[in-house]
């Protein structure tokens, strides 16, 4: 096999990202209460950018190629937080990663003015679990010139794990997908410029989320890099009965099956272990 991405350079702002074989994102979230490092960075009851930046460097040294920074929990049942809460928690973190660092930051949000914040302070790349639906945001993403990556989420966060029902799974997400894919397109984002996720637990059973994966060469044949997150997640739970803090083991073979299978961007909290699952893989591959 080879792996099967077309766009095989991505430019994301300064940065050119090269997914010629697939690349590692690093999880930093700056939430009190994300699942599993929500709370990490916090020093009494404030979000401490030493802590962020040192996490950050950390992902960095162990090969991440991309840091996203997300400042809303879209676990099921978390607390919303407002435009404002978003604006403060996020923006200082994407500034000190650029400025202090120079990482490839990419910033997990729905909303319009994190989006454009985001892109003034260097942000390089847009990571959308709604795929730009929210009022404004689409606009937002394409005035940037950042390339974005559109995700699929079945319903809400608070609710998108009730009941999900799906007439067929792979069918709905690749349709969904194509059509957020040419509303960018319509808006002036071109396509060497956008990457598409199913959304792994996002309004999905574990049978929806084994057979996307088992069946993730029929989105890739879409023609668009592919972003994957099954980290720590709770299929791996489902798969292992493993409480969060014990879910490396899944999640590493989860990454690799979805590399194996052309996915170029994989988003996980275990920035070591997944680089060398895939360093792994590119030796059998090349
Ligand atoms: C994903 C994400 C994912 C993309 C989260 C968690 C929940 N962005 N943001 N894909 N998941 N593109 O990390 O468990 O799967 S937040």
């Not at 599993?36 to 979000?47: I, K, Q, R, V």
């Not at 923006?91 to 000190?96: F, R, Y």
């Not at 409480?243 to 990454?255: C, I, N, Q």
């Amino acid at each position: 096999m080879q792996f099967p991405v077309k766009h095989t350079q991505l430019i994301c702002g300064k940065h050119l990202l090269d997914l010629s074989r697939p690349v590692v994102m690093g999880i930093l979230n700056t939430t009190p209460d994300s699942f599993s490092d929500g709370g990490s960075y916090y020093e009494e009851n404030s979000l401490s950018l030493n802590l962020v930046l040192r996490r950050a460097e950390q992902m960095l040294e162990e090969g991440a190629k991309i840091i996203d920074v997300g400042g809303e929990s879209t676990r099921p049942g978390a607390a919303s937080v407002s435009e404002q809460q978003e604006l403060d928690r996020v923006i200082p973190v994407v500034e000190a990663l650029v400025d202090k660092l120079g990482a490839l930051v990419s910033v997990d949000t729905s909303t319009a003015s994190v989006i454009t914040e985001s892109a003034k302070k260097g942000a390089g790349l847009i990571n959308d679990v709604r795929a730009l639906q929210r009022e404004g945001a689409l606009v937002a993403a394409a005035t940037t010139g950042l390339p974005v990556c559109l995700m699929h989420m079945q319903g809400e966060p608070n609710s998108m794990q009730k009941n999900p029902q799906y007439s067929d799974v792979i069918a709905d997400v690749s349709d969904f997908l194509q059509r957020r894919a040419s509303a960018c397109r319509a808006q002036g984002i071109p396509s060497e410029r956008i990457i598409l996720d199913p959304g792994f637990g996002f309004g999905k059973t574990l049978a929806h989320n084994l057979a996307l994966l088992k069946r993730l060469p029929e989105l890739s044949e879409l023609g668009y890099p592919l972003l994957v997150g099954m980290s720590r997640k709770s299929m791996v739970a489902q798969l292992l009965d493993r409480p969060v803090d014990e879910r490396l083991v899944g999640s590493l073979a989860l990454a690799m099956l979805a590399a194996e299978r052309g996915a170029a961007i994989i988003r996980v909290h275990d920035v070591a272990a997944t680089v060398d699952v895939l360093k792994v893989l590119a030796a059998v591959v090349e």
